[in-house]
């Protein structure tokens, strides 16, 4: 299929899946989908939210192919629309007081309390892996810092990029990174 | 090593590690990590934040099936919404998409009743012809199955109770009631 072969820019992919092509839309899945699974995944730090919201997102892709505007890459705008249905995800999880694992992350103080449920997170995966630390510590952060660390670290945008993506001051964006940093550093050197 | 240029250096590590300093400060910032083995080991530590962060999470095998069979019911929506779907597009400027989601559903939809009015309507007719509602017919079918009629020793215990006219009656509706029947079927199929 010349369609699904890598040559092909996202932004012809796009024109072709317009047009009723869907080994265009196939091809879209096979370059971006584990890529929006794990950002998700990074985020919710539950394995089948973040399958169910990478399939919103792919979805809303159908949905909004006719007034996507064709970029040379898909991945801003997949990462736009996973970022925020994760951080929604992640509040309506707050309101309705579910088993939250994401708290005080903004100001720092009430530790305890995070380090109860970091270790509850972290039980489940510690005996798997040596990464599970820094799965438990990302638990530990706000959402926001979540989305803040995971764009700086995997995607390695600059500050200006990532704050104009969260909608954020510069500044802000500087202090969550520097605040994450320091939690996940303490927590994946095994404190210091 | 001097502490008060773990000081100075301090705010610059964190860039440093992202590879963010303009040359000349990297510079001085590497100059400094050299002598000072604390500094470095925080950029050594920095470093592998984000890299361990970037190798989280690994996909199993187990992920990647689920992952596959994920992508299916997504690829079917996909041609529910393009029904003209099978291949790349023709030459030439790409067009939008004629309808909405929405509209495509309702399209899919639409059809359904009717074909199913289509095949009510023509089986009332053909029941009406022969003095029957369409409702009665479907009824009378159920009560005696018209494969059965041709055979007397399977034929229902009742068949006896009922006269000779009625009889015959009922062998014609049900055969009718069976054309309606596959006609509509057909129809619908
Ligand atoms: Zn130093």
């Known amino acids: 299929m010349s369609v699904s072969e890598p040559v092909l820019p996202d932004r012809d992919l796009v024109l072709l899946c317009r047009d009723g092509a869907e080994n265009a839309y196939r091809a879209l899945l096979d370059r971006h989908y584990v890529y929006v699974l794990k950002l998700c995944w990074r985020m919710t730090g539950v394995r089948d939210e973040a399958m169910d919201l990478t399939q919103e997102v792919f979805t809303r892709l159908i949905t909004s192919l006719p007034r996507l505007q064709p970029q040379p890459s898909l991945r801003p705008w997949l990462r736009r629309v996973a970022l925020n249905l994760c951080l929604s995800a992640l509040s309506a999880r707050r309101r309705i007081g579910q088993a939250e694992v994401c708290v005080n992350g903004q100001d720092g103080d009430g530790e305890f309390g995070a380090r109860d449920r970091v270790d509850q997170v972290a039980q489940a995966v510690m005996a798997r892996e040596r990464l599970s630390r820094v799965a438990a510590a990302m638990q530990s952060l706000s959402p926001v810092q979540r989305a803040v660390v995971i764009l700086k670290a995997v995607d390695g945008l600059s500050h200006g990029h990532i704050a104009r993506i969260l909608d954020l001051p510069q500044g802000t964006v500087k202090s969550h990174l520097s605040r994450a940093r320091t939690r996940l550093r303490h927590a994946t050197s095994g404190g210091e | ?189």
Not at chain 2, 7 to 29: H, K, N, T
Not at chain 2, 97 to 109: A, F, H, N, Q
Not at chain 2, 142 to 164: D, E, I, Y
């Open chain 2, 1 to 189: 090593m001097d502490r008060t240029d773990c000081a100075r250096v301090a705010p610059l590590l964190e860039p440093y590690a992202d590879g963010d300093l303009p040359e000349v400060l990297a510079a001085g910032v590497e100059a400094h990590l050299r002598e000072c083995t604390h500094c470095a080991r925080t950029v050594v530590e920095l470093t592998a934040v984000y890299s361990s962060l970037a190798g989280w999470p690994t996909l199993t095998s187990a992920d990647h099936t689920l992952i596959e069979a994920r992508q299916e019911p997504l690829a079917a929506y996909y041609r529910a919404c393009y029904p003209e779907a099978g291949g790349p597009a023709p030459a030439g400027a790409p067009r939008a998409p004629r309808k909405s989601p929405w509209g495509v559903l309702v399209d899919r939809l639409r059809p359904v009743p009717r074909f199913m009015l289509g095949a009510l309507a023509r089986g009332g007719k053909a029941a009406a012809r022969a003095g029957w509602s369409f409702v009665r017919v479907q009824r009378t079918r159920n009560v005696v199955p018209a494969g059965r009629l041709a055979k007397p020793h399977t034929a229902p215990r009742s068949r006896s109770a009922l006269p000779r006219r009625a009889w015959s009656l009922l062998a014609r509706s049900a055969a009718i009631a069976r054309r309606v029947t596959e006609r509509g079927a057909l129809a619908l199929g």
